[in-house]
């Protein structure tokens, strides 16, 4: 009955110790794809820092050039109003040192436009065409007589060099508006990618950290299954061995009480004068009676 036991104890407690190993492999993996997933997840973490270190970079670009946009802007700016002011000055100049009795450059210039146009989309008789280009001719040497005299006054000519001189100026500052705007653009078209990039890979990277925390967790779970199952085979090793050692003892007290009532027996033939054998003595010594 009791090596019944004993065997069924055993395998009970062979199970357990399978079961144990088997949740210890399970576990090994798991810790082994959790190291996995969280270098992948350190990996992805990195280039997201990198991502980020470079669009931060790109927008502090950007907004320095935005920074030089509005400076040269303001300077353009600046120049153009310096420019219509030369310019509104030319003309006032040019009005108030016009000949008294003769007609304004510009009416003159118009005159010459609608002149020029007749001559151009008109059918004229040869005489007719003739007069015309001759009326052209006259009002053309008169507008160069008037502005030659015009040139005369330096104070004209100070003005004209002045607007020119500002609307250069002004040219020269709105490219490089456009310029810097190019490049201001360029960086911020460079950031948004880079943000976006970023974000794609932050979302890798945070499933990559939920497969982490899963493998973890069932790492685990798996750990305190093969830990239970050990201190199952613990418990039933305690028990095996406590009924083992209990039959030996139940096994020698036995032997002894056999022996014991042997050596009695030896004693009384002993008592009643019967010659005792060798084995007899010794079973007499064994006992304690000798």
Known sequence: ????????????????????????????????????????RDELN???????EEAN??????????????????????????FNDQSDKVITLKRENMPKSGQSIRKYKAELRTLEKRHMTSVLTTEKERALVE???????????????????????????????AKDQAETFHRQVSEYAEKAQMEHDAMLKLYEEADAIRKEADDAQEKFIDAKLTADEAHREHIEHIRQVHDFDKIITGIRDKSRKSRRENDES?????????????????????????????????
């Open 258 to 290: 056999s022996v014991k009532k042997e050596a009695e027996e030896i004693y009384d033939k002993f008592r009643s004068g019967e010659k005792l054998s060798t084995e007899d003595i010794m079973v007499l010594q064994k006992s304690g009676y000798m």
């Open 1 to 40: 009955m009791t090596e019944e036991l004993v065997a069924e104890l055993e395998e009970k407690r062979a199970r357990h110790n399978a079961d144990a190993e088997r949740h210890k492999r399970l576990r090994d993996e798991l810790n082994e794809k959790t190291r996995e997933w969280a270098d992948r």
């Open 57 to 82: 970079a790109r927008r502090e670009t950007r907004d320095k050039l935005n920074a030089e946009v509005r400076e040269v802007k303001a300077k353009r700016d600046d120049w153009n109003r310096k």
């Open 135 to 165: 009326e052209i001719s006259s009002l053309s040497n008169k507008i160069r007589s008037l502005e030659k005299e015009m040139e005369q006054f330096t104070e004209v000519k100070t003005a004209e060099h002045d607007a020119r001189e």
């Open 46 to 52: 990195a280039q997201v820092r990198k991502l980020i």
